[in-house]
C-alpha cells in the first residue's frame, strides 16, 4: 500500500475489497440471537436495579408513605384497619423517641 492512495475511516485503502463475512453457521447465528437477547434482558434489569436502588427514589418513597401513613392516621373516611394500623405505627414512633430523649436526660444527671 503507498501513502498517496486514500484511506477510508478504518485506514484501509479506499481500492481494497472488503474481507468475505465470516463463516457462520445456523447454531452460530442462534447462539448470537440469544446473547444479545440476554444482553437486553441483563440492561434491563441493572435499569431497574438502578433505579430501585437510587436514594432520591427511596427518599422519595418513603416521603410518600410518611404522608399516606398520617392521612390514614387523622382521617375520618380512611379505612379502619389502615386507620389503626397507622396510629400504631406512629404511637410506637412516639414511644422510641420518647425513650431515647428520657435516656438523654437521664444521662446528663
Same mark, same amino acid.
Given at each position: &500500500? /503507498?501513502?498517496?492512495k486514500p484511506?477510508? #475511516?478504518?485506514g484501509k485503502?479506499?481500492?481494497?475489497?472488503?474481507?468475505?463475512?465470516?463463516?457462520?453457521?445456523?447454531?452460530?447465528?442462534?447462539?448470537?440471537?440469544? !446473547? #444479545?437477547? @440476554?444482553?437486553?434482558? !441483563?440492561?434491563? @434489569? %441493572?435499569?431497574? !436495579?438502578?433505579?430501585? !436502588?437510587?436514594?432520591? %427514589?427511596?427518599?422519595?418513597?418513603?416521603?410518600?408513605?410518611?404522608?399516606q401513613l398520617?392521612?390514614?392516621?387523622? /382521617?375520618?373516611?380512611?379505612?379502619?384497619?389502615?386507620?389503626?394500623?397507622?396510629? &400504631?405505627?406512629?404511637?410506637?414512633?412516639?414511644?422510641?423517641?420518647?425513650?431515647? %430523649?428520657?435516656?438523654?436526660?437521664?444521662?446528663?444527671?
Amino acid at each position: &500500500m /503507498s501513502a498517496d492512495k486514500p484511506q477510508d #475511516a478504518q485506514g484501509k485503502a479506499a481500492d481494497e475489497k472488503p474481507s468475505p463475512p465470516p463463516f457462520t453457521t445456523p447454531r452460530i447465528v442462534e447462539i448470537e440471537a440469544e !446473547l #444479545a437477547a @440476554t444482553r437486553a434482558r !441483563l440492561a434491563a @434489569t %441493572v435499569d431497574e !436495579l438502578t433505579d430501585a !436502588l437510587d436514594p432520591r %427514589v427511596q427518599a422519595s418513597k418513603a416521603v410518600d408513605s410518611g404522608k399516606q401513613l398520617f392521612k390514614d392516621a387523622v /382521617s375520618s373516611d380512611a379505612d379502619p384497619k389502615a386507620r389503626t394500623r397507622a396510629r &400504631m405505627v406512629i404511637g410506637a414512633a412516639v414511644a422510641v423517641v420518647a425513650v431515647i %430523649v428520657a435516656a438523654r436526660l437521664r444521662s446528663r444527671d
